[in-house]
Each structure stands twice: as structure tokens, then as C-alpha cells.
């Protein structure tokens, strides 16, 4: 396969609860202008594009088709991905298939959502609704809890399962969650493409209630409007178009039993187990040539909708011990000046435009090795090895990027 | 003559009505399971091949691949593999009466079930604590025969 790398990112101006300004292909442009402006590439450059969101969140079947133009895709090969919270990465990884297969020499991959022109729960609710309705005629309580069930843990649905399973495993503990949380929003406040841009306390989180023990409304993240669009090339065109360029080293896909919401087949598990992480992870890292994660990997950026999950995405993908993302925590090391700074962007916990979202992992970490970073965010220290990661679907569906300044091959 | 850009920029209200799909489920599992809580017991499928037992049953092993019949029973007493304290309902709003509600593994399963435990101080809720099962007076086939779960 050919070397594949991200040459330039484009954002919207701003990630926020709601754009009344633009339309949703007027926001898309908006990112797809950006990207162009910072790679002083024009359409013309372009061989191929992917698309991704979310079609439930905006209830819109074909919003590639509405926006094509916008989306600057007439007379081009235009593949559209739709995936759960990993539609972004999944994006970006067909966009990477679509050059290293020596198919298309450079792919532009654009995700978006905005979240305010749907509803959010409705749009969560489209993931079930088959097992939802049949689950109903069978007597089951769907929102009440009575009975035997495959729902609950209120609106933050079995993430409140999974952090309190991670907690028990792990020995952290929920102030950790509320740590994290802080860190996370502190940084976040660096980072102009951030939506909750404000510093943050630990105490600024434990004053916000709970939604479900052991989950704060403090812990858990925004919707968002705006859009990510990433440029990848193959290893000559980046010579030719690029002055700087993060390398698609390790890219990994992950999937396991649902762990919630299928309770027709029986398939309710443990939220936090996550076989499919690990799964994910293993082959990126295999790929990109890491032996030992703990030690090559500079900075983590993790897909969180929620604050513990960055804790617990660090143990399941190998970056460090189970058991020990919180010990990193307490010591510092996962603050942006740390040993593995870990969502220096602020994280899907702090901006999150759902089809974007797993994007903007991958996109930050390219920013950080390239060194673009806008902002206060830059991580200080050289960035060699920079690993992203994306969740989604019923608990069980993962994807990883392994990035890095130079091409490397396992 | 040119076109003036105007500031006029329009919202429609869209709707999508999901309840005109109809959606076709195996539900003989389902089926299985409802009719064995009509006589408060909990009947799952077996898989013949790794002993995997799912409750309620699908028709085949999702590990082995193999279509599986055998019909288990498995008990009404279980263990609490995590639980959540909902303290605000599905729209974020607060609510006045904590529900403990709990993953549980009933004794004999491999799978999981989701229930609502009373009878405890959520602040003393643990993984691993035993519950069981508190069912309605007179059953009729549904998952709503189970009233609830409490500490043993």
C-alpha cells in the first residue's frame, strides 16, 4: 500500500449550539473553503471525495446530493459514510483506502452535523428503534424501569453502566471522572474550534448535579453545529503540494456484541469491556509499526461523550495499564505539558458535532505534528507518534488512527 | 435589471413520522421468555457448542454461528454487574425519587438484563451484590411480570 498524509485540515469558524446564520451546506462550505485556503489547494487538485454525518440528527436521507456543490464533489467520485460516533474517522479512513489503494492521488473527506436543526434524542433513538418498538409489544417499561429490560441509566443511557463498571475495575474514582472533566474543558478553552470554551474547575464540575450517579451534567458532553474537512495525499503528491504533512501510519476498526439496547437476542454485556477497542487498536499499532504504545505514543486524543471514557479509552487501547489512567491523571501526565497529553483539543466532551466528531481527533493530532495547532493548545514537546480514536453504535463499534511525522511501516 | 439579495432566510418545520415503518423481528426468543414469566420462571436458549446461554434466546450462537434450541431455564436470583442512580430524566430535568437501576446477571445466564432494584439505599449499592427477582401478583406473559428486583 502507498504512504498515505493529511496535509491540511479546514474547520467552520466556530463549533457552537446553533448556526442560525448558515444553512447546512452554506457550514459544510464554510469548512471545505478553510481547508483549501490552508492548503492553497483548489477544487481542481481534488481526485475524490467522502462525505459523513449522521442522517437521523438532522432527519435528511441524502444531505451529500443537497450539498454537492457546496461541497465542491460535481463530476466527482463522491462516497458517503455514515457509521454511528465513528462516522468521522470512518470517513477519513475511506478516504485514506481511497489513496493507498493507488486508486485516487488526493481525497478530500468531509463531516459535519448540526445537531440544532434535529433533536439529538430522537436521533439516538433511531439507533434502537426496530428493537425499541418490539421490545415495547412485549411488555416492556422503555423509559419507566419496570420490568426486565434493556434500557436504563436515564439520559445518559448505559454510559452511566459503563462508568460505573470502569470505576469498580479500574479502583478510580468519581472524582477522577470530575478531574477529567476539568482538565478536559480547561484545555478546551485554549482551542478556538472549541464549543464549552471556558476554564474550568474541578469544584466548576462538582457544583453541576447529577444526571445519573456516577455521571454529572458536568460530565457529559455538548451538541454542537459545524463542520471538519480533511485533505489526504499519496506519498508524491504530498511532495509536490504539501509544506507540511502528518502521516497516516496505523488505521484499525473494531466490532463486538452490542453491550446495550439489543435485548431481543440477548446481547446485553458490559459497556466498559470493549473488545473491540482493544481489537482496533492492536491492528493500528501493528500497522504503524508501534511495539510498545506506553512508550512510542506522544499524545492521545480520545473520543469521549462523556468524561470517564477518555480514562478508560487510554487502558483499552494500550497506552497505559489497566488500572492506571487515573495514577497519570493525578501525577499530571495527561495535561497538555505532560508524558501523554491526552484531548488537548478539549475532546469530543467539549465540541461535538457528532459526524465530526471522530474527525476531529485524527484532524488534531495532525495539527499537533505539523505544529498548526490555532490557539493556546500546541503541545509543547515534539509529537513523533500521535494515536486517535473513535466509538460509537451500540457500545461495540471502534476505530483508531495512528498518525506520525514520518511514513513507518510494521 | 439585477436580483437583490434580500435578508429573508426561512424555517420549515419538518416532521418524519417513524411509526409508519414496519419492521420485521425474530421474535421467538422473546416469545420463549414471556411465556415462561407467566409461570414466574426465566427460560433462556443454550448454545450447544460453547454452553453460552442467552436470555432471552436467539436462534443461533452469535460466537459459534450455529443455530442452538435447548431450551434452560435459569434462576430468578442474579448478580449486579453495574448499576446507575438516575437522578434526572431522559430530558435532563431532575427528579424528585432516585431510581437505582442495575445491569444484572441472572444466575445460569451469560447475558445481561437491565431492572430496577428497591429496597436499598442507593448510596450502599455495590457490584457484585445479589438480588432478586420481586414479581407482579398475577402474571401474564409480559416483561413487565417483573415488578422489580430487590437486595437479597
Redesign the interface.
Known sequence: MRDVGIIGVGYTPVFVSKRKDVNISEMISEAVDAAFRNTNLTPDDIDAITYGNMETFEGMNMPHLWGADHCRAIDKPYMRIATGGTTGMSTLHSAYYHVASGMHDVVMAITWEKQSEGDSQVGLGGIVMPEAVCMAQFGMDLFGGKGMGAMGGGSTGAAAYQATSYLHHSGASPEHIDKMAALERSNAALNPYAHLRKKTTVEDIQATPFIAWPLRFGHTCPTSDGATVVIVASGDKVEKLADSVAWINGVGCGTSDPATGNFIEGQITDPAEQEAAKMAAAKAFAMAGIKDPKKEIDMAEMYNGFAHQSLMWLEKLGLCDEGQAHVMLDRGALNIDGELPTNASGGVFSTNAIGASAMNRPAECALQIMRKIEGGHQIPKKIKNAVSHGWGGMFQYVTVTVLGDEPRHG | MTFEMGEE?RIVQ?M?D?ST?Q?M???R??KL??DS?KEKKIR??KCSNCGTV?????TFC?KCYIDCDEVVEVQDTGEV????????????N?VEDY?L???IKLDGAD??????ITGID?KDAR?GMRVKTIWVDEP?????????FEAI
Open positions: 432566510t419538518g418524519w417513524i415503518y419492521y423481528i425474530d421474535g426468543g422473546m421468555l414471556v414469566m433462556g436458549i442467552y436470555v432471552p434466546g436467539p452469535r454487574m453495574s448499576f446507575a442512580v438516575e437522578m434526572a430524566d431522559v430530558r435532563g431532575p431510581k437501576t442495575a445491569m447475558t445481561w438484563i437491565i431492572g430496577t442507593w457490584i401474564v406473559g409480559s416483561l413487565s411480570d417483573i415488578d422489580r
